[in-house]
Every structure is written in structure tokens, then in C-alpha cells.
Nanobody, 122 residues
Framework: VQLQASGGGLVQPGGSLRLSCVAS?????????IGWFRQAPGKDREKVSC??????????SYADSVKGRFTISRDNAKNTVYLQMNSLKPEDMAVYTC?????????????WGQGTQVTVSS
């Protein structure tokens, strides 16, 4: 059971990045959603976005701090969730981690993936 996150890097303010989270080794129904979380040095972990994996009901949520700038999407055939991040700000700089959760609102984590660093700097 593994979650592989990728796509982080260095970007200038106003730039864009797309993060990917590939889930492998899960049996069907082992989790109900994938969430993206981030943690900056000295700060608490923050839930950035969440998307349920139900084929009939893709519930999506965003932190207020990223609404209108970030877009989460999924490709169930590839077991992959994406986080498109636009108009990046220095305060978005953090280690971004994806997680599979038992619930559809990303409140109860079943499995954490490893993080990917996002650096926003000129």
C-alpha cells in the first residue's frame, strides 16, 4: 500500500505547479478520498484540498487560503489525484503530502504518502 507524490519544485510567485499522487496496492473500497495536506516550517499541518473517489459523487473541498487558485482532480483509472496550483504565493511554500482517508472529507487518514517540497521564491 503506497502513495507516491510528485511534482514539487521551485517556482516564482505567480507561477504554477501540478502535483500528482498515485495510489497503489489498495484494494477497492480501502479508502474513500484522497487529500492534499501541507506543512510549512514552524506551522501546523493544513488540509489543502480533498476529493472523494466515488464514481458517482466527486465531493471536493478546498481550504479558504487556496480557493480559486488550486484545483484538485482525479483519474480513477490511473489511481491518481492531481493538484493544480496556480498563482502561487510565498505563503504556499511547504511540504505537500497526499493521504488516503477512510472518510470522504479527508478527516481520518488511512495512509500518508511521502511529501514533495514546493518552494515559491523569486
Amino acid at each position: 500500500v503506497q502513495l507516491q507524490a510528485s511534482g514539487g519544485g521551485l517556482v516564482q510567485p505567480g507561477g504554477s505547479l501540478r502535483l500528482s499522487c498515485v495510489a497503489s496496492g489498495f484494494a477497492s473500497l480501502d479508502y474513500n478520498a484522497i487529500g492534499w495536506f501541507r506543512q510549512a516550517p514552524g506551522k501546523d499541518r493544513e488540509k489543502v484540498s480533498c476529493i472523494s473517489i466515488s464514481s458517482s459523487d466527486a465531493r471536493i473541498s478546498y481550504a479558504d487560503s487556496v480557493k480559486g487558485r488550486f484545483t484538485i482532480s482525479r483519474d480513477n483509472a490511473k489511481n491518481t489525484v492531481y493538484l493544480q496550483m496556480n498563482s502561487l504565493k510565498p505563503e504556499d511554500m511547504a511540504v505537500y503530502t497526499c493521504a488516503a482517508t477512510y472518510d470522504s472529507q479527508c478527516r481520518v487518514v488511512r495512509r500518508w504518502g511521502q511529501g514533495t517540497q514546493v518552494t515559491v521564491s523569486s
